[in-house]
């Protein structure tokens, strides 16, 4: 890997909604992430990058851009369903991996996830809370991101988006514990479009709709609007601080979709922040 170089720092040009997807932004953008990740990895003289991959459009763009940063060879992929219904994805993730020529290792959570709950059931505790034992998956994962990048010293990419991170729509410690959250300022909207820019093939995407654990319903659909809709909101009531009646006239939708998607991120606030210590009088 050569030395990398730092992106001049600009505001990306925004559609009416207040996203960046026009062909402008994507390639702004495209020429913006590979940089940075090759940075990190010069800053922390490491030898490599272990992205996860679930069969979803984010983790299929982090994984391209990751080999466009630094290389096929310092990416390692690494797949880790635990249900059945995770197979489908998982075999997608798998396609991902062969089409970049990335090495990826499969790791089969579900004995490690019996055997935990096979643990807890000996303190008594409940072993069938859905919630629970989601965020227990996802838990694991994180740390079988992290087992494989400390053997290589290599770091973990994130693939949350912004929209998912405001909304608190990961499990606390699981996906969003990583090195670098390489989506942290883009939403579900943004990177579709950078997807389409990076020509990732329709069939991939076409099977990126339900990533592994996936739920049935969207965070979109349950307000009763469409993606583009619901990370507008979040655009201008977040990043802009615009009031919920702005926001509201801006977007196209009623008011109480704006109230309810801003009380949405505040009570998910602590996921995104460090845990609240006492203060000491030092």
């Known amino acids: 890997m050569s030395k ?30 590979p940089v940075f990740l090759e940075n ?13 991959l ?9 994984a391209a851009l990751a080999v466009d940063g630094i290389g096929a060879d310092y990416v390692t992929g690494l797949v880790m369903p635990v249900q059945l219904n995770d197979e489908a994805p ?4 798998e396609t991902v991996a062969s089409l970049l020529d990335i090495e990826c290792h499969r790791l089969q959570l579900q ?11 000996d303190t008594g505790e409940p072993t069938d809370d859905l919630v629970a034992m989601q965020n227990a998956s996802e838990r694991f994962r994180m740390a079988c991101k992290y087992y494989v990048a400390n053997t290589r010293n290599e770091l973990v990419v994130g693939t949350v988006p912004r929209t998912d991170r405001l909304l608190g729509s990961v499990a606390k410690y699981g996906e969003n514990g990583t090195d670098l959250s390489l989506f942290g300022d883009l939403y579900r909207t943004e990177i579709a479009a950078l997807a389409d820019a990076l020509a990732v093939p329709s069939e991939i995407l076409d099977h990126s709709s339900q990533p592994l654990d996936h739920t049935s319903a969207t965070d979109a659909a349950e307000l009763g609007i469409d993606q ?3 990370d507008s909101i979040l655009h201008f009531a977040i990043d802009k601080d615009c009031s919920a009646p702005v926001v ?23 996921k995104r922040h460090t845990p609240p210590k006492p203060s000491m009088d030092h």
Do not use: Y
Not at 111 to 121: S, W
């Open 40 to 52: 990190k990895i010069i800053e922390a003289e490491a030898n490599g990058l272990v992205v996860p």
């Open 248 to 270: 509201a006239d801006r977007v196209g939708v009623a008011q109480s979709v704006v109230e309810r998607a801003i009380q949405w991120c505040a009570r998910t606030r602590h």
């Open 90 to 93: 998982a075999r997608t993730a």
């Open 111 to 121: 004995p490690v996830l019996t055997a935990f709950q096979r643990v807890v059931g």
């Open 4 to 33: 990398a170089t730092h992106p001049h720092t600009l505001k990306l040009p925004r559609e009416d909604n207040g996203l960046a997807t026009s062909k402008a932004a994507t390639r702004r953008i495209q020429g913006i992430l």
């Open 54 to 62: 679930d069969g979803s459009v984010e983790s299929t763009v982090a």
């Open 228 to 230: 583009t809709e619901l």
